[in-house]
């Protein structure tokens, strides 16, 4: 035996090569139409990390498949590429074949429909990655009514389904019905020469904000499935606000584009710039000026300059588009950004300009830019964060601008009691100078605006908690999101089930504190429950747990339960026309699962006439030809597909 050979009979035996965590798939970083121009091409394609899925194995038609197959179709996801106006089928693409393993996917292409079943697949996992590591638990989308002889159930949704070219029109939105993205292709306006191909296809899926966007709007209603009802001006203005916000701050994950608009602005993110800006490609396609959207400013129609956005504390009070309305939204969470990043560069930029912060002409340092762009790039990812985690403090129905904010400050200031950055107060003097202000409040201090937290003894609450408790052990073994769903299906009956027949008497005190009533008292239109003599119906919606993480390491480990109650009210409307509408309260729990008791409970009681007063009169604005309301939310009580509807009669007129 040579040397050699006795080297290598001598060292270890080779460990299996480990399971990869991210697989890395080519993609748009905004859309094909930066790929054609000088400045932006270089930047333009990036690659997205996803969580890594093993290939299926044995896949059989019928039963269900772990792991990734043809399509893509994966764990949450199911690429189905049907074109209905061609009645065409594209062959899905494989993304574990080795080749393509190889080279990161496929190389972006227009013209490649295999391309757009990645870069949707791509852009949607990276989606769902955010929200999972924000909210400490799998994603879920939401559940599908089926209802046969009568009788009505649930199913489990494994995939979301995704059409990347489902329509031959400008749009795209999130069926709830079908749970399902549909994507829409059409020809460029002749409008606008020299920003695009006059006639030339223009594919919704290949942009990346309109991908997240869409994949939000889902994960949203897959944790608020209520949230999608338009009982007051601010109801789809959250769906389509908080779907721009994580879009936006997606942006802010691509080191080279991150790098390449810090240079370019020298370091002011205020100024114009591509991360501020949604769906270039799709605004400049149908005749506007430049991006569909804008958190930054806005192009004048008469001039085609381009101008920063003012604050303008009225504009909450009498904008009522839901697009429009949403901007101011996301222009509040944007200017708190700025206002995080602002700080966290500002010894940056005193070293750098020898204490007067004022930067020399010319181009910043390379260094600079680097250390500029990461700390943009983490304050962008906490904002991001900090949006996601509040959902988990919202209440699960009728949400405003201003109970947001409070979720957004209760839920910061629960994982870091420390604000030593700031953050909050950034936040909320960027709501206030937008006007959005909460009700029920006496300051705007950080501590006024916190959700209170249940002082009052909690013996009332004990038969409760040891229910919970019971069955809280059984969340850490569970692999699957199936078995956490079944789970959690479970544990929903069996504390209903506990209430309404054992213990509604006991907890008469937590019906106030929660805003539910679990006796009939002769409140108009509440519903009786049929499995219970003298009890009210109500929903426990949904027991979720959560395990947040700290920047100090410290683990909060909590249970959200959702619970609802609905009111049938029938009114004279105009002209002395009655109409009916289900009104509904309901609360959104919060416990310490290491001591189960109850912190919070955000609650919109089922008894609040002053709600129900303002619902009333939103309503029956509805029905008055010409009133803004009726402009833009007499299509969705009967529509299947509100947020369809929304999109195109934003865009393109009235359906």
Same mark, same amino acid.
């Given at each position: ?39 932006? @091409? ?15 194995? #044995? ?36 993304? =574990? ?14 013209? =490649? ?57 400008? =749009? ?9 993205? &549909? ?38 209603? #897959? ?72 958190? &930054?400013?806005?192009? =004048? ?12 504390? @009225? ?178 009956? #069996? ?10 008497? @006991?907890?008469?005190? !937590? ?69 009916? !509408?289900? !009104? ?72």
């Amino acid at each position: 035996m040579t040397p050699e050979d006795a080297r290598f009979e001598r060292a270890p035996q080779w460990q299996e090569t480990q399971r990869p965590v991210y697989r890395r798939l080519r993609g748009y970083a905004f859309d094909p139409s930066f790929s054609m121009k000088l400045d932006t @091409a270089v930047i333009n394609e990036t690659i997205y990390a996803v969580p890594w899925e093993d290939a299926a194995d #044995g896949a059989t038609p019928g039963k269900q498949v772990d792991g990734l197959s043809p399509g893509p179709i994966g764990e949450y996801l199911e690429v189905v590429d049907f074109d209905p106006a061609s009645g065409c089928f594209y062959a899905p693409v494989d993304l =574990n074949d080795p080749y393509l393993l190889a080279q990161d996917g496929l190389a972006p292409s227009e013209g =490649n429909p295999q391309f757009h079943q990645q870069m949707v697949y791509a852009v949607a996992m990276t989606t769902i990655r955010h929200f999972e590591r924000a909210l400490g638990r799998r994603a879920l989308w939401s559940e599908r009514e089926v209802t046969t002889g009568g009788a009505r159930r649930f199913e489990y949704v494994q995939r979301l389904r995704i059409y990347p070219h489902a329509l031959r029109e400008p =749009n795209a939105y999130y069926s709830p019905a079908k749970k399902a993205l &549909l994507f829409g292709y059409f020809p460029a306006t002749a409008d606008a020469p020299g920003k695009v191909l006059p006639g030339g296809l223009v594919f919704t899926c290949l942009s990346h904000d309109i991908v997240a966007h869409e994949t939000t709007h889902a994960l949203l209603d #897959g944790m608020h499935a209520r949230f999608i009802e338009p009982s007051h001006a601010d109801g789809l203005a959250f769906h389509e606000a908080f779907a721009d916000v994580v879009a936006l701050f997606q942006h802010f994950t691509k080191p080279d584009v991150l790098r390449h608009q810090v240079a370019k602005t020298r370091g002011n993110l205020a100024s114009q710039n591509l991360l501020g800006e949604l769906a270039q490609q799709f605004g400049e396609a149908i005749g506007s000026y430049g991006a569909l959207r804008s958190a &930054l400013g806005r192009h =004048n129609p008469d001039t085609g300059a381009w101008e920063a956005l003012t604050p303008d504390p @009225a504009a909450y009070l009498t904008t009522t588009e839901p697009h429009a309305r949403g901007a101011i939204l996301v222009a509040a969470l944007f200017d708190a950004f700025l206002a995080i990043y602002r700080q966290r560069v500002a010894d940056l930029l005193r070293i750098a300009t020898s204490g007067t912060g004022v930067l020399p002409e010319g181009d910043l340092h390379p260094d600079l830019v680097n250390r500029l762009a990461g700390e943009a790039s983490k304050s962008a990812l906490h904002v991001l964060t900090i949006a996601i985690r509040a959902l988990d403090y919202c209440p699960p129905v009728d949400i405003t601008f201003g109970d947001y904010l409070r979720a957004i400050i209760t839920a910061d200031a629960d994982v870091v009691p420390d604000d030593d950055m700031g953050y909050r107060l950034a936040l909320v003097e960027a709501f206030r100078r937008r006007g959005i202000y909460p009700r029920d409040v006496r300051s705007l201090s950080v501590e006024s605006l916190k959700w209170p937290e249940v002082e009052r003894s909690q013996d009332f609450f004990a038969p409760l908690a040891e229910q919970l408790k019971r069955a809280m052990g059984e969340f850490v073994s569970l692999a699957s999101r199936r078995d956490v769903y079944e789970q959690t299906r479970s544990l929903s009956k #069996g504390l209903h089930d506990w209430i309404a027949l054992e213990g509604r008497h @006991a907890l008469r005190e !937590f019906g106030e504190i929660a805003g539910l009533k679990f006796d009939m008292d002769g409140t108009p239109g509440l519903r009786p429950n049929p499995d219970a003599s003298g009890a009210a119906r109500f929903q426990v919606q949904s027991v979720r747990p959560a395990r947040r993480v700290g920047p100090d390491g410290d683990s909060l480990n909590q249970l959200i339960v959702t619970m609802m109650q609905t009111r049938d009210i029938e009114v004279d409307g105009p002209g002395r026309r009655p109409f009916r !509408f289900k !009104f509904r309260g309901g609360c959104t729990l919060v416990l310490d699962l290491d001591t189960m008791r109850l912190r919070y409970a955000i609650a919109k009681g089922i008894g609040d006439e002053e709600r129900l007063a303002r619902q009333t009169r939103f309503r029956e604005n509805r029905m008055i030809e010409g009133s803004p309301a009726a402009t833009y939310f007499r299509h969705f009580d009967a529509d299947a597909e509100p947020l369809a509807v929304l999109h195109r009669t934003r865009d393109y007129g009235e359906p």
